[in-house]
């Protein structure tokens, strides 16, 4: 079954975001703001990226898209850490309503539209475990039953960690979140249009079944300077350092290297 993915890299959308802007001009300016596009691309190098890599089941697409007047220097650095990445492919589209450019995205990225698809979103700052891409088909597999019953069906993995990244390496704690988007895939059935960006994540219960797991970890949420969900007045969650044991789960859970984090925060 097709897999695809789908990954903002700062976008300009016309609405879609916790904080907003009068004009469009104004949400470029903040989106490609030097400091902040800074910290997207640290994040998406150290956090977001190797877990791609890391995938025990390779069989899937990602598209990331940005916006076609995202300054060339940055497009070709986007391009220059996902080069070795097959499975990602960049697109570029003019400012428009978020969830309309994302559905059409992933309708036209499905090689046979009459056949089910299996999507997932991926944040530009947040991993999901190695073997998400395994245990998403295997979520399939298991839930024939249901997926022939219904237009959709959402399978959701509810534990995983909050971390803050820096120059002192990771701090993070352990979480449950429902219907998180960090660690959830949808299955599409065949002919239809619909796709995981029709829905707010946290309301996907009151239109499909929704398939729970509780175990195991599948999720690292960061937490950090330019998260556009904690803009606004929001409480803190409180992580300390990891230890020994966790940072080598964070590396083979995760794909996330202590080391590399340092030295990609600290500019090296």
């Not at 994040?43 to 300054?71: S, Y």
């Amino acid at each position: 079954m097709q897999v695809i993915g789908l990954c903002r890299f700062s976008y300009p959308a016309i609405g879609g975001f916790q904080v907003e802007h009068e004009t469009i001009e104004d949400r470029i300016a903040y989106l490609y703001g030097a400091q902040r596009l800074e910290e997207r691309f640290r994040l998406m190098e150290t956090v977001a990226l190797p877990c791609i890599k890391a995938q025990t089941d390779p069989d899937f697409e990602l598209i990331i898209v940005i916006g076609d007047q995202l300054p060339k220097a940055h497009r070709d650095r986007l391009g220059d850490i996902t080069a070795d990445i097959p499975q990602v492919r960049i697109v570029e589209e003019p400012p428009r309503p978020q969830r309309e450019v994302m559905k059409e995205i992933f309708n036209k990225a499905r090689k046979d539209p009459s056949e089910p698809c299996l999507q997932f979103r991926h944040d530009d700052d947040d991993a999901f475990a190695v073997d998400f891409i395994e245990r998403l088909r295997a979520a399939s597999r298991d839930a024939e039953k249901l997926t022939a019953q219904h237009k959709a069906v959402n399978f959701d993995w509810n534990k995983g960690y909050v971390a803050e990244f820096g120059t002192h390496g990771i701090a993070s704690t352990d979480i449950y979140r429902a219907l998180y988007p960090a660690a959830m895939g949808m299955q599409i059935r065949g002919n239809s249009p619909l796709t995981i960006m029709n829905f707010a994540h946290e309301k996907i219960g009151r239109f499909m079944p929704v398939v729970s797991y509780n175990e195991p970890p599948m999720f690292v949420r960061s937490h950090n300077g330019s998260n556009d969900s904690r803009q606004k007045p929001v409480k803190k969650v409180p992580v300390k350092p990891i230890d020994h044991k966790q940072t080598e789960m964070f590396r083979t859970r995760f794909a996330i290297d202590v080391d590399t984090v340092q030295r990609v925060v600290s500019g090296g």
